[in-house]
């Protein structure tokens, strides 16, 4: 299974990441100082690179901004769930996760790997219905962060969370109709944060499972905020607490 990525930034982290790379296309007309870095880095790891037409970018890249720049790669390995645990022991760290229930902006997922990516979460995880994977669009959207945070892919959520409870894992619910404002919980423990779909939230019978339900202080007028933003206030106040802990 092969696919394209594009844009520096995401060909960049590949190549950086030691992921399989089959070849990499460079547009004719592209600057420079842009494609400087890739061409170096592709010579080092022995990956082959050709000058094209920058039409036959935008076929490959299939809609995706490629800046001149696309990559044929092997497909996203995901991990497992256990994989994401064993990451966390690894590091000594409590284990830091994110649950997605059924995110399907693929910009949203990229953003939401992004911040985790800079807030050290052990890993992502998303279910394989309905919700977004990881494509090109999360890739180039993610800025490389894809490469770097690992995503498991599960076929059912609430299983999941029950097996990660059973590993000493607390389940925090981020839900706008909850009574218990974030900056009053204790997060500074082993720690996952469930963040709901785009408009209907989180799902019924994944509310239930959570442990407690968390929600940020709304003073404007919409009292509603993107679930990639949303998902980032959390990301960080867990941060905040686990650093003043120290």
């Known amino acids: 299974m092969e696919e394209f990525i594009g844009g520096k930034h995401s060909v960049l982290e590949a190549l950086r990441s030691g992921r ?27 990956v082959i690179v050709q000058f094209a037409d920058k039409r036959k970018l935008d076929q490959m890249a299939g809609g995706v901004q490629h800046q001149g720049v696309v990559a044929q790669v092997a497909a996203y390995a995901y991990a497992e769930v256990e994989d994401l645990l064993a990451f966390a022991a690894e590091r000594n760290e409590m284990p830091f996760l994110l649950i997605l229930d059924e995110i399907e902006d693929p910009h949203n997922l990229g953003s ?24 090109a669009t999360v890739s180039k959207t993610s800025a490389g962060a894809v490469e770097y ?31 218990q404002p974030v900056y009053q ?62």
């Not at 990639?228 to 003043?244: D, K, L, P």
Request: aromatic share 4%; with cysteine.
């Open 185 to 246: 919980t204790n997060l500074n423990l082993p720690l996952a944060i469930v963040i709901g779909n785009e408009n209907k939230g989180i799902g019924r019978l994944i509310r239930e499972k959570c442990d407690f339900l968390l929600k940020l202080p709304m003073f404007g007028q919409i009292n509603s905020l993107n679930a990639s933003v949303a998902a980032s206030v959390f990301m960080y106040e867990v941060v905040r607490q686990r650093m003043a802990s120290e």
């Open 112 to 135: 939401i790997l992004r911040t985790a990516d800079c807030t050290g979460v052990h890993g992502v995880i998303i279910p394989k219905r309905r919700s977004v994977g990881l494509t």
């Open 20 to 46: 399989t790379i089959n070849k990499i296309w460079i547009a004719e007309q592209a600057q420079k100082q842009l494609t400087q870095p890739i061409l170096a880095e592709a010579k080092q790891n022995g």
């Open 149 to 179: 945070v690992p995503v498991a892919r599960v076929t059912n959520l609430a299983q999941t969370i029950e097996q990660l409870k059973e590993q000493g894992v607390w389940i925090a619910g981020a839900d706008v109709g909850a009574q």
